[in-house]
T-cell receptor, first 116, second 111 residues
């Protein structure tokens, strides 16, 4: 069954701790993305990756870090430098970011992070 | 910065009434996508529009892309309770390689 998995669904952390959110896809997609969603707001792009071992900052990258060591995995670390980390985090993937065309994004179920 | 504005933020209708959400960009878009997020769920792709003035239909849903490729709309005819959720537009800014999402329109329906 193909898709994107994110774990865990709910995550609680103490202030000042780093936390890593998992994102795995078996769709053989080249591009992967991390978004943050706050109540009543749209999706804001944190980081994205077009290919293994390469990634770019999105609009709100400060306080976050990512890695892309494998095509199917794109973990996101929320560091203690992120001032307001409590949010719903969504991972997505698409076939590629080929110029001149753009493909639909497939989203994972999300991780709801609460920092106490 | 590059923005995609979506209105209204909330819309409550009686079941059977029509619903429309509008999306406007400050810059020309290469294409626009629409997503639906059910309460407690994740966004799911509905459609992509690419051509100026394009109109696409999916059963009771009609999607339009403006002639100038700066605005788009989603119209639902005769809403049903299954239409409840938040509808997002997402535009690909010309020259960029990332989608910019609108704030979404949350649709609630009175049965």
């Amino acid at each position: 069954d193909g898709g994107i998995t994110q774990s865990p669904k709910y995550l609680f952390r103490k202030e000042g701790q780093n936390v890593t959110l998992s994102c795995e896809q078996n769709l053989n997609h080249d591009a992967m993305y991390w978004y943050r969603q706050d109540p009543g707001q749209g999706l804001r792009l944190i980081y994205y990756s077009q290919i293994v071992n390469d990634f770019q900052k999105g609009d709100i990258a400060e306080g976050y870090s990512v890695s892309r060591e494998k095509k199917e995995s794109f973990p996101l670390t929320v560091t203690s430098a992120q001032k307001n980390p409590t949010a719903f985090y969504l991972c997505a993937s698409s076939i590629d970011l080929a110029s001149g065309s753009y493909n639909e994004q497939f989203f994972g179920p999300g991780t709801r992070l609460t920092v106490l | 910065g590059q923005q995609v504005m979506q209105i209204p933020q909330y819309q409550h209708v009686q079941e059977g009434e029509d619903f429309t959400t509008y999306c406007n960009s400050s810059t020309t878009l290469s294409n626009i996508q629409w997503y639906k997020q059910r309460p407690g769920g994740h966004p799911v792709f509905l459609i992509q529009l690419v051509k100026s003035g394009e109109v696409k239909k999916q059963k009771r849903l009609t999607f339009q892309f403006g002639e100038a490729k700066k605005n788009s709309s989603l119209h639902i005819t005769a809403t049903q309770t299954t239409d409840v959720g938040t509808y997002f537009c997402a535009g690909l800014i010309q020259g960029a390689q990332k989608l910019v999402f609108g704030q979404g329109t949350r649709l609630t329906i009175n049965p």
